[in-house]
């Protein structure tokens, strides 16, 4: 079945230095997009970006990720982490044709001083 | 502003007892969505709805009713609730269109705890 898969439970980094949270997928859906979403602390997820071209890099918040076609993949990057990123994060796949979602499990990001 | 309202926020039942969520949305988006969120699982899809009057199965619907009486809301039903139904409940509503991948917009979510 379609899937998509979030390799690390938590990651815990520094504050100042990069960050990479990894996702990768299989489907079958032949017209699909992707997200991150991002959940803060005591409150909804909330689309952090999101993507439907095939290496076409994306941009929001300081955060980006690019959707890798040929390797399944769309990793979440960041090239400074700050406090205020530490949450949970969840790559999602969407069939457009559908409108149905599949999430990962979540990757829990803490950033330490 | 989008919103998405869910009630209540906290709530806890009895086994075997009936449970209500409650979600409105004043963003007039056609589709909403239940999901329940656990830990090592991700968000899991309950049930949905494209429309008022209309409900479909998600991934994971045993268990659960929903009901879509109107555009703006969107109920999530236990009939018999069980432990295993213990879980934070999110409720979402999409703005899908024509050519636009949607972008879910969740509520605050409910927690639910089944004794």
């Known amino acids: 079945g379609d899937s998509v898969t979030q390799t690390e439970g938590l990651v815990t980094v520094t504050e100042g230095l990069p960050v990479k949270l990894n996702c990768t997928y299989q489907?079958?859906?032949?017209?699909?997009?992707f997200f991150w979403y991002v959940q803060y602390l005591n409150e909804a997820p909330q689309v952090l970006l999101k993507?439907?071209?095939?290496?076409k890099r994306t941009e929001h918040q300081g955060f980006h990720a690019t959707l890798h076609k040929s390797s399944s993949s769309f990793h979440l990057q960041k090239s400074s982490a700050q406090l205020s990123d530490s949450a949970l994060y969840y790559c999602a796949l969407l069939n457009t044709g559908n409108y149905k979602y599949v999430f990962g499990a979540g990757t829990r990001l803490k950033v330490i001083a | 502003e989008a919103a998405v309202t869910q009630s209540p926020r906290n709530k806890v039942a009895v086994t075997g007892g009936k449970v209500t969520l409650s979600c409105n949305q004043t963003n007039n988006h056609n589709n909403m969505y239940w999901y329940r969120q656990d830990t090592g699982h991700g968000l899991r899809l309950i049930h949905y709805s494209y429309g008022a009057g209309s409900t479909e199965k998600g991934d994971i619907p045993d268990g659960y009713k929903a009901s879509r009486p109107s555009q703006e809301n969107f109920s999530l039903i236990l009939e018999l609730a069980t432990p295993s139904q213990t879980s934070v409940y999110f409720c979402?509503?999409?703005?899908?269109?024509?050519?636009?991948?949607?972008?879910?917009?969740f509520g605050s979510g409910t927690r639910l705890t089944v004794l």
């Open positions: 993507s439907s071209t095939d290496n």
């Open positions: 489907t079958t859906y032949l017209t699909i997009a």
């Open positions: 979402a509503s999409g703005d899908a269109g024509q050519g636009r991948a949607e972008t879910l917009y």
